[in-house]
Nanobody, 115 residues
């Protein structure tokens, strides 16, 4: 089992920045890919960015050039640096971890972009 705990969400003005963190615990050695997804009100959950154990990254088009995903393997933590935030980035952001067989989700952290 893997437990994921997100932090770093909050209220930010358009154009501002936030850094989300996701701390993993438990059977972290089984994790191959970690990532961030988001779900806005009334919409389906969507991919934001992923990072492999080899630090290969993948971004949604909406995140390219503004968001950066990174990981600290020593701390079992993945980060999402979000810059130039827009109101349409408002959503609950979920941390995700995948092993060969299983997938895990955090409970989410709310990001609100509003003036």
């Amino acid at each position: 089992q893997v437990q994921l705990v997100e932090s770093g969400g909050g209220l930010v003005q358009p154009g501002g920045s936030l850094r989300l963190s996701c701390a993993a615990s438990g059977s972290v050695g089984s994790i191959n890919v970690m990532g961030w997804y988001r779900q806005a009100p009334g919409k389906q959950r969507e991919l934001v960015a992923t990072i492999t154990s080899g630090e290969r990254t993948n971004y949604a088009d909406s995140a390219k050039g503004r968001f950066t995903i990174s990981r600290d393997n020593a701390k079992n933590t993945v980060y999402l640096q979000m810059n130039s935030l827009k109101p349409e980035d408002t959503a609950v952001y979920y941390c995700n971890a995948r092993s060969l067989r299983l997938e895990y989700w955090g409970k989410g952290t709310l990001v609100t972009v509003s003036s």
